[in-house]
């Protein structure tokens, strides 16, 4: 059987235990599962899929990861950046299957896109909570679409952000993003810049995050410029060739790198400017070993953001954990449980709803048939 | 929105339809898809995913395929080959999932257990179409399982089939199959034969699938020996390293060795035993130009069938489209269609089932908010 759970059933479960608390489950969720990454044990697939310009600019993509002796979790994503102007719907619109490895059954399918937007913010509070100033309070946003919501709430469950300094580049999307914050964070002030103020915003914030759609090869979006020593970034938009939001300047600034998959960022992320010799420690050596990291806190810091499969079997392990506790979600025979395993027919030859599942005695599953 | 298709819903469309003429219309639609194919429209990727041998031995493995303009079209299969012994389920459970390019919504996701042995029926009805004598009467099955059942139903749609000779290394499942064949096959054979009668199997056969799950290592299942001069055979059962079905000596007979995807079958199918000069004409070739084929008729022919993800996008396809056609499945809002496209949150705090769609003018999308 599979469980079915869907934007509403995922809307149930913010309300049963809090959206504050889910955050913060999420984030402790993930930095156990990366300070215990053991590869042999959870193994991921590079990201792939396919890239279209036809009917629009798009690409449907799978994350694969495999935790052993228990799941199988693929994430689909599919990225169409027209998507809110032409349709009013998200830029990223996704899935997680989950899958049982004793039987290989879809076990589990669940709505992603938000869970998306809430485990890209969960890994930046990770990081931003090994790298930043522990008293920041100034958080610059540039890109102010729906990642930057959960970058601007998961930063604040690490750190006591008071202030947002926003920008996008559509000044109508900067323009909805406090109303749009006001119902997990009544009292952050945020503060729209234009273009021309975005050397202001670097130069005040304490940690800064990017999450952007720009297109590739026409960033960066943040300019080179003053800044405090103690910034930390999160470069959360840049994953595809070509694409980037940080200045080469301050990227070589930088005390640490830390991507979170190295490969990956190397070819899709900020550090497609860089060389692997330049990377500091990945995210789950960060978080495993945050005592040894925590000394760049004074020091300009980025953490280079692409995605990763683990944190998508996390999300949905967390979500499909309390619908079932909840009793949430729909259960249906999505595929044939309850059949001959020697007889595809079997179900399409019953008359749907009298189909009983036969024994697997052979002379009484052809009495079922007969 | 996001069109859920059960088993039960396929069982309906099957009632609609008629089994007789869906499998015909499945044969026809990837006839049509493989002749026309070009490769430059369809792209497929090579199929991948895990193997373990925790908790059990089994795979999750995902097929993807690009209809450029259109769709992504994504089958998972779960391949277990005790469930049938240890839960009485059948050993490959699969979903395919199909994208809509325009916006990257999951539009589709459907069972595919039992889509997965039609479309292989359908791939061996149309070779078998192109290569076995047009008066084929008589067909050997090695392995009786599922996928002997659509084997045989296709294949009886192409020839006039009378006689059935059956052998499974498990005499019990050989048992039923008779049984699981009457509903769709009520006229032909089936004559059992045991581990000594397959010598006769083979000598008699017109026609012979070979459909098991011999352990990797362990095969031939096929002896060598006397043969109609005539002899087509669609060898299914090899998709996995070291898994072979066929003698050596029978493939190197073969006039022709017709593999479904070259690479794939050179790794995983029959053509192991091979090398690449060795094959002959691809499926989609062998379609697309049957009459030059159709010369090797009166010699002994192999189709080495490992499974195409084009095949898989065929089957989802022509369900969906009777599925929507009849008003079946279950249309469902998994991912947030109706939602601020910039707030993650939109959906997660407004009550269930009070989501209206706000309007993408800004200052409304605020209101709704507050």
Redesign the interface.
């Known amino acids: 059987m599979t469980r079915?759970i869907?934007?509403?059933d995922?809307?149930?479960v913010?309300?049963a235990v809090g959206?504050d608390a889910l955050l913060d489950e999420l984030i402790a969720a993930l930095g156990q599962a990366l300070a215990t990454h053991d590869p042999a044990q959870l193994?991921t697939?590079d990201r792939?899929?396919?890239e279209?310009r036809?009917?629009?600019l798009?690409?449907?993509e799978?994350m694969?990861a495999?935790d052993?002796?228990?799941r199988?979790s693929?994430k689909?994503?599919?990225?169409?950046p027209a998507?809110?102007?032409?349709?009013?719907?998200?830029?990223?619109?996704?899935?997680t299957?989950l899958?049982d490895?004793?039987?290989?059954?879809?076990a589990v399918?669940c709505?992603a896109?938000?869970l998306t937007?809430?485990r890209t913010g969960a890994a930046s509070a990770l990081a931003t909570d090994v790298l930043a100033a522990p008293d920041a309070a100034v958080l610059g946003v540039v890109g102010?679409?729906?990642q930057a919501?959960?970058q601007i709430h998961a930063i604040s469950r690490v750190r006591p952000i008071r202030r947002v300094l926003a920008h996008d580049a559509d000044p109508?999307?900067a323009?909805?993003l406090a109303?749009?914050l006001?119902?997990?964070l009544p009292d952050v002030v945020v503060e729209v810049v234009d273009e021309p103020g975005l050397g202001r915003l670097l130069a005040e914030a304490d940690v800064l995050c990017t999450c952007t759609t720009v297109a590739p090869g026409a960033g960066p979006v943040v300019p080179e410029g003053e800044h405090r020593p103690w910034l930390h970034v999160n470069a959360v938009g840049a994953d595809f060739a070509g694409k980037r939001e940080l200045p080469a300047g301050l990227l070589r600034q930088a005390s640490l790198v830390c991507p979170d998959v190295p490969a990956q960022c190397l070819a899709e992320g900020e550090a497609q400017q860089l060389t692997a010799d330049d990377l500091g420690p990945d995210l789950a050596s960060l978080v495993r070993n945050r005592a040894e990291w925590e000394g760049h806190r004074a020091r300009l810091t980025v953490f280079d953001s692409t995605g990763w499969a683990l944190e998508d079997l996390v999300a949905a392990e967390l979500v499909a954990g309390h619908c079932e506790r909840l009793g949430l979600g729909t259960v249906?025979?999505?595929?044939?449980?309850a059949?001959?395993?020697?007889?595809?027919?079997?179900?399409?030859?019953?008359p749907?709803?009298q189909?009983n599942?036969?024994?697997?005695q052979?002379?009484l599953?052809?009495g079922a048939?007969?």
């Open positions: 079915l869907t934007v509403d995922l809307a149930e913010a309300a959206l193994v697939h792939t899929g396919f279209y036809s009917p629009t798009g690409l449907v799978w694969p495999l052993l002796g228990r199988v693929i689909t994503v599919g990225y169409h998507n809110p102007t032409v349709s009013g719907t998200p830029s990223v619109l996704a899935t299957s899958y490895t004793a039987d290989g059954r879809l399918i709505e896109t938000i937007a809430l102010c679409g729906a919501v959960t109508a999307v323009g909805t109303a749009r006001a119902p997990v249906v025979e999505l595929q044939p449980m059949t001959d395993p020697h007889d595809p027919y079997h179900r399409l030859l019953s749907a709803g189909a599942r036969p024994t697997t052979p002379t599953t052809s048939l007969l």
